[in-house]
Structure formats: structure tokens, C-alpha cells
């Protein structure tokens, strides 16, 4: 505290707040997050605005349906194919929010002023819905996605609603295109859902929007948790902010030349974060007690994603496995992988995410070297990447009834 | 290098290449750049793809011109103003650069799945076209706001160009909505130009784009170089970083209680980087040598933004000040700063950008403690200040005939 600097004045701050933080807060507790807006405007309470609320869901059906592709087929000459309908929901900061509706699936219009084109003002969910063994159609948790989709929303000056809420659409759009897109015929096929938020007003000018579109489309996606000889990720270099500044040419040629994904370091010390946009995992026997460890990095630190995948693999490992595996969320470097690939003590390596489900990992590619994981017997990954794997899709299959599996009540 | 890591093998490294300055460098180089692609797939030369070419704009009339608004209305219910037309080039991997359009500004159509809905493979530059108190319209340096476009483009991996054909276009739109726009009857006036560049391709995953929209579009901006008693400027917390996580709610709380923007600190150490999105200048009396120094970030670590305003403030100052004052372009902390304040060295502070121009700044707020500066004799800001804001105005508004004012050949 310098002596000629002088105190703070009274409209300026009386007290030293942690802005950021009391924001979010204020935003995303109790109604406020429910109605999408703080009520409050220059400390004046404002009437209620209309919250997220998914029993005023409109029906406005598709007059040309498109056929689904033959099984296998995810993309149409690069593009995505989406299903017959979409779910929309507009926001406007005066009024809250507006009517949802399902309509069908088609070019949105936006202003080219829109914020969401000019300062990235959108976030969204990615998840998948399973067609089970059982004939019945299933999400996997979706109110952790939902959860997490308004974490992301109002962290970035979108609005806020009520999680349950986007459930349920999530849900309806299912049950409407669920019987068509993801037929029983298909049983152990999935199609994968996108919420997504966009800043919508035609506003130039940095500032949080005052106007949001709020959208669930439905896509095909390829199978990706089975790569033939298990995934090969190579490691980012030292000056390189993950899914920013060049990281898409990075990647690119990194799949150029065979690696599957960049395994993303962070800091001087080379923290392992994530392999592309999964969370990653090594196995191996602690250097210490000698006992065997699934390994990956902790949240607290915010540098990785709280994936729903990784969140579940984990608590299944705790629950079933905690007689041979000890679980551990710490920050470990790339030099501790090495170093327990030299001294013989790394058992196996997976990834996990909502795209590459749970995805085997064969080789890292570390600064001229090569670190090669054991990829079990039957060279279709460890034995902790495999069971962790079959248990994730017994839920999602209806093989096992679980609280996870959350069923669409499909129309018939 | 650990003995056991297996040699990298053929396929995945025969050396260790740097492969996104690679990249970068492959995409800006000479012809490529031109080409608006690499050109090279898998190691294969193809036919050389259509380049932007500004000569083939065709033009497209609004039949419903809209009035232009009073004198110093800027908004309408806070959204933004824009002329009768834009221009639009679309990009596709496959085909090269399209036919420039300039026509009736209106929205744009984008399927749900466009990347830059979900990835913000988006980029924009901001430039203004001044009114000339000698009638004439003018561009201020749009080579560099052009250049700097490639370079933001290719660096988050949409399309490159030739930056004088972004050129021609932006002159091109300012040709026809430059006369009733920015009206000669209106000297001294602006109007803010925006081109964008947004990734259209409708497929989800994190990739490069195969398609792309390049826009042109103008507006409207209030004039904000002078607010009374100048800005004042609210240092950043210390875990957060600019722009991003919280930036949008952090910027708007500061605004309610009575600052201008954020001052960005950057680090443990409390760089001084950028206030809000402008450039940021301190005026001091050097520590040792007493001499008056213009300290502003340098560009070589790439915290900041390379901006035309700051390029061309510097450059003038060395130019015309250079017996009075010596320019330094250096890293220093807002520490450094409260010292030269304690120790009565403290001359003046500005901060400019296209959006704020010339700002003289009066005040910052940091940990509890104001540092006030000095807004000069008449209180509108220091002599420094004065003098880059006006020898700027001269050169844009036409008083002073310099090669950085680019004339418009306005239709009559």
C-alpha cells in the first residue's frame, strides 16, 4: 500500500470484492438461476421473468422426413447428418425465456452482428442417447450434462435456467426421434446429442449478450473407442495452449503422422491434462507401496474437463475394484509416466470422454521417444480399460439397470 | 531420454519438427496464402484453387434502404446500426474462394452444426472510415488491419488471402454506403468497419473448417475517446484471465461502479498489458535517468495486441516528440507504476484502439488504492495524449495529407 495512493473512494469501492466470483455465485444460486436473469437491476428487484420450462414445449413436425443412413454411414460428405428435428429456445434479458420448440431441423438465421460470431459467446453439451439390447432407448446421466451446461452458460454471460428443465428437452427431442433414427433393428447403436448456447444480439461491442438462442440437435458419430492396435497420442510442445492458437493445424498433422490425439502438457513441469478432448488415465504400480493405481489429473485446478465419462469410470472403479486398484486424482508430469514406463510399473493406459467413450491407449510419443503401454491379451487394451468399459456399457445398453441409464419415453 | 522409450519410428517422427510454426509458416507462404489452401494433400500438389479477387464483387442493391439515424445515434435499443449492404466471399476447402457479393446487409444462414456455433473458429479485425472535415472518406492504415487479418485466420486455421483483396473489398463497400452513410454534411464523423471470418462447415468435431464465410460489414459506435474527466481503469484479480472465463461479468460489475474498463495484469508479477481491449500507455519520468519516457507492452511475447492505433502512435511520437520524450516498449508491472506514482513521476496515461481511439485515462484502481493522474491544463488529457490524439485526427480527418489516410472512391 503505497503512501500517496489514495483511498478508495466511496462510489468506486468500499470493500475489495472477488467480482468474478461473487457473479457466478449470484447468477447461479437459487431463483436467479431459475430465471435466467439476476431480477436485479441497479440494486432495483424487478418481477419474475419466465424461466426454462419444458412443459410449454411446442410440436411443429418436419413435412419432408429424411432417410436414415445405412448402419455404419455417420457423415454425408464430410458434414454432419442430423436428425429430422430440432429443439430451439430463445432468451431476451427483458423478457426471459421464451417458448420452446421443436421444429424441424434447419438453418438458423442470425444477424451478422450476432456476439456469438464475433466473441465466441456459446458453450455446449455434448452426450448420447443408446439404443439397448432391450429395444429401450437411453440417456447416460443427463443431469450431470445439464448441470454442467449451465456452469459453462452463465460463466461466460449466458443465461442461466433450471437444469431439469433442459433434461427434459433433451429427453422430448429424443422421444420424437428416437423410434425413427436409433431403431430397435440397431440395438447397441448410438446417436449423439448437442446442447448448445449461442449469444444471438445483434450487438457489436464485447459485453454479455442480452439476447441467447438455446439448441439440442441430434447427430450421427462414428465409433471411435476401438482403434485397431489401441490409440497412439503424441505429446503437445512446450509452447502451446490446448484448443487455441494453432492447436487445430497441431493436430492435424499429428493424425498426419498416425497419432490419434495430442496428449496435452501443462506448465514447465509437463502436467498431464487430456488427450484431445478426453480425460486421461494411466495404470500403474505406485513407485512407493507397489500397489496398482488409476491415476488422473484432479479437478480442483480447473485445468481439465469434470467429464461425465471420467466422473463415472471413476466412482465404478472405487466401487467394484477397490481390492486391486487404489484410485488417485493428483497432478502427475509426463516424466512420472517415463519413469514408471523405465522401471517396468506402467500396466496400461485409457482415455475416456463422451465422443472415444473409453478408448485404449497403445503409445505416447514424447519428445523423440515412444512410450508403449501393455494392450492385454487380446490386444484390445488392460484389463481395468476393458472392465471399466464393459460396466459403462452394460448402463448404457440396459444390460444392467442402473440409475445412470435414464429411459426416453419414446412415442410409438 | 529413457533408455527403455523405444526409438520413434518411421511413420510417426523421423524428427522432431515444430509442426505449427511449420504450419503457419506453410499456409502464409507465398502462393499459398494466395490460394486461400495448402494445396498439398498428403504430399500431393494439386491445381491451384481460386484466389479472393476483389475484381469479381458483383453488386446487389437493397430495395429497402433504411434512413440513416439523427446525429450521435449510434444504437437502436441496443443493437447495432448497419449500413444497407455488406459483402460476403464463401470459402470451401474443395473449391477455393467464391464470388464476392455486396449486398443487402441482412442475416445470414447457418446450419446448427456451423463450427463457429460451437468452437469459435471465428476471427474479426476493426477499422474505421473517417468523414474528412475536406469532404473526402478516408481508411486509416488499412493494410495493417488487413494483414493482421491473415494472420488471425490462419492461425486458428480458416482460409488465408491476399490481404490487398480484403482491401479492395472494404474500400469497395465504403464506395457505395460511404455518400449516405457518413454523410458530407457531416464532417468529423465515423463509422466502424468489421470483417469477419466464420467457420460454416456443418460438422461437429474439433477440426479445421472445410468451409468458411469472410463478411464485411459496417456500423455505427458511439464516439468514446472522450469521456469527462477521462477513464477510469480497475486492475484485473489475479486468477483471472482476460477475456475469457468470468471477463464479460467481472468488466460489467467494474462498469456499475464507475470504471471505464479493466486494466489487464498479466502473471504473478503484475504485468501491465492491455486496458480492456485497447493498448495501454504510461507517460513517466524514468526512475534513473529522469528522462520522460511513453511506456507501452512490448509485442514480442504476443501477450498483447499488435494494435494500428498503438503501431502508429509510437511511430509519430519518435517521429515528432523524440527531442522531448523517449519511447519504451518493455515489460512492467503496475508495481512499477504505484513507485513512479509515490514518487511523483507520474506524467500522464492514455490508452488507444480503433473502438476507444485516444483515451486519456485518470485514475486506477488497485488493491484498494487509486492512482490518480494527471488529465492536464484543461483537464481533457495529458500534452503526450493531446498531441497523438490530434496529430491521429489530422491524418484520418483529412487536415494533415499523409500516406496512412486512404481515400475512398466514393460513387457519386
Redesign the interface.
Known amino acids: 500500500?503505497?503512501?500517496?495512493?489514495?483511498?478508495?473512494?466511496a462510489?468506486?469501492?468500499e470493500s475489495?470484492v472477488?467480482?468474478?466470483n461473487?457473479?457466478?455465485e449470484h447468477?447461479t444460486s437459487g431463483t436467479d438461476a431459475a430465471n435466467g436473469t439476476s431480477n436485479i437491476t441497479?440494486g432495483v428487484h424487478t418481477k419474475a421473468l419466465p424461466k426454462l420450462d419444458a412443459s410449454k414445449l411446442t410440436y411443429s413436425f418436419t413435412k419432408s422426413p429424411r432417410e436414415i443412413p445405412a448402419p455404419g454411414v455417420t457423415?454425408d460428405d464430410?458434414?454432419?447428418i442430423?436428425t429430422d428435428h430440432?429443439v430451439c429456445v430463445p432468451w431476451k434479458s427483458k423478457s426471459g425465456w421464451g417458448t420452446p420448440e421443436l421444429k424441424p431441423?434447419g438453418?438458423?438465421?442470425?444477424?451478422?452482428?450476432a456476439s456469438?460470431?464475433?466473441y465466441?459467446t456459446?458453450c455446449?453439451e455434448g452426450m448420447k442417447a443408446y439404443r439397448g439390447f432391450d429395444g429401450k432407448l437411453r440417456l447416460f446421466r443427463p443431469d450431470c450434462n445439464a448441470a454442467r451446461m449451465l456452469m459453462s452458460s452463465v460463466?461466460?454471460?449466458l443465461p442461466a435456467f433450471e437444469p431439469a428443465e433442459l433434461e427434459k428437452l433433451v429427453l422430448a427431442l429424443m422421444a420424437v426421434d428416437g423410434p425413427k433414427w436409433l431403431p430397435r433393428e440397431r440395438p447397441g447403436t448410438f446417436i449423439?446429442l448437442?446442447p448448445?448456447m449461442?449469444g444471438t444480439?445483434?450487438?457489436?461491442?464485447?459485453?454479455?449478450p442480452?439476447e441467447a438462442l438455446l439448441?439440442i440437435?441430434a447427430?450421427y458419430?462414428p465409433i471411435m473407442d476401438n482403434p485397431v492396435g489401441g490409440m497412439?497420442l503424441?505429446t503437445s510442445?512446450d509452447d502451446?495452449v490446448r484448443?487455441?492458437?494453432?492447436g487445430?493445424?497441431?493436430?492435424?498433422?499429428?493424425r498426419?503422422?498416425?497419432?490419434g490425439q495430442i496428449l496435452w502438457l501443462y506448465g514447465e513441469q509437463g502436467y498431464c491434462t487430456e488427450a484431445?478432448?478426453s480425460n486421461f488415465f494411466v495404470v500403474w504400480k505406485d513407485k512407493e507401496s507397489g500397489k496398482t493405481q488409476v491415476v488422473t489429473a484432479p479437478l480442483d485446478d480447473r485445468l481439465i474437463l469434470d467429464g461425465v465419462t471420467r466422473r463415472s469410470a471413476l466412482q465404478l472403479i472405487r466401487e467394484r475394484l477397490s481390492d486391486e486398484v487404489e484410485v488417485v486424482e493428483r497432478k502427475y508430469t509426463i516424466n512420472e509416466v517415463?519413469?514408471a514406463?523405465?522401471e517396468?510399473r506402467l500396466v496400461e493406459c485409457f482415455a475416456s470422454g463422451t465422443?472415444y467413450f473409453v478408448m485404449p491407449i497403445s503409445l505416447i510419443?514424447?519428445?523423440?521417444?515412444?512410450?508403449?503401454f501393455p494392450m492385454g491379451k487380446a490386444g484390445e487394451g488392460g484389463e481395468v480399460t476393458l472392465k471399466v468399459k464393459g460396466w459403462l456399457k452394460d448402463i448404457m445398453y440396459g444390460n444392467e439397470q442402473h440409475p445412470w441409464g435414464v429411459v426416453v419415453p419414446e412415442e410409438q
Open positions: 500500500m503505497s503512501p500517496s495512493a489514495v483511498a478508495a473512494n462510489h468506486a469501492g475489495e472477488n467480482l468474478t461473487a457473479a457466478i447468477r441497479n457423415s464430410g458434414n454432419s442430423c430440432m431441423y438453418p438458423l438465421n442470425l444477424m451478422p452482428t456469438c460470431l464475433h465466441a456459446e455446449f460463466r461466460i454471460s449423439y448437442r448448445t449461442i444480439q445483434s450487438a457489436l461491442g464485447v459485453q454479455a442480452n439448441y440437435i447427430t458419430m497412439r503424441h510442445p502451446m484448443a487455441w492458437v494453432g487445430f493445424g497441431y493436430a492435424k498433422e499429428a498426419e503422422r498416425g497419432f484431445g478432448a517415463m519413469e514406463s523405465n517396468g465422443a510419443h514424447h519428445r523423440g521417444q515412444d512410450l508403449p
